[in-house]
């Protein structure tokens, strides 16, 4: 593993009510990323984040937002939650800065059901 | 048109196989080609990473990238039921002052014993 976790694991929830997702990383890297994984769609970039305090939207941030307060953690927050975002989330940290390589690595995921 | 292809197949094969995955894509910005192999309830898993036409080879896995032809595939040679799982081929491009990492859905594969 890539020193990535994720919490929680599973979560079910009620539509309009707040939820936070954690992802915290041992390996000190500078990027982290957001994704959102669903059946037909792929993995799509929600938000990521190139430095504490430093964040820019993906292709699907709406009803979306992220914080880094600190290097190891990156939340993601849907205000309200919907149905539509019923989804696995995965977060991923990119290689070493200054490494020369670019591929991501990805955390176990997030599996969060909105009835 | 897409910026990447990828067939989901399904595609299922019997164990001893050699198995071929592919994908294709339109934008010949990108500059770096990866392999994740992804089993069910799991977090993808980077397989192999390249930057150049040509072929990479760890163990059963060989990465073979055309970019003339825009083209990229995975071969899995012997393959084994623990082979089984969906591949997700990527690739990176600049975006701004960073990388784009675009992802195909992805194929799943079965091996059967």
């Known amino acids: 593993d890539a020193g990535i976790t994720q919490s929680p694991r599973h979560k079910v929830t009620e539509t309009g009510t707040p939820v936070t997702l954690r992802c915290h990383q041992t390996?000190?890297?500078?990027?982290m990323y957001w994704y959102r994984q669903d059946p037909g769609h792929g993995l799509r970039l929600i938000h990521y984040s190139y430095g504490v305090k430093d964040t820019d939207k993906g292709e699907v941030s709406d009803g979306y937002s992220v914080s880094r307060s600190k290097t190891e953690d990156f939340l993601l927050t849907l205000e309200s939650a919907t149905s539509s975002q019923t989804s696995v989330y995965f977060c991923a940290i990119r290689g070493p800065s200054g490494s020369g390589r670019n591929e991501q690595f990805f955390g176990p995921g997030t599996r969060l059901t909105v009835l | 048109q897409k910026e990447v292809e990828q067939d989901p197949g399904p595609l299922s094969v019997p164990e001893g196989a050699i198995v071929s995955l592919n994908c294709t894509y339109s934008n010949s910005a990108f500059q770096y080609f990866m392999w994740y192999r992804q089993y069910s309830r799991k977090g993808p898993e980077l397989l192999m990473y390249?930057?150049?036409?040509g072929n990479k080879e760890d163990g059963r896995f060989t990465a073979q990238v055309d970019k003339s032809s825009k083209y990229i595939s995975l071969f899995i040679r012997d393959s084994q039921p623990s082979d089984s799982a969906t591949y997700l081929c990527a690739m990176s491009r600049p975006q701004g002052g960073s990388e784009k990492l675009v992802f195909g859905k992805g194929t799943k594969l079965t091996v059967n014993p």
């Open positions: 390249t930057y150049s036409s």
């Open positions: 390996e000190n890297h500078r990027y």
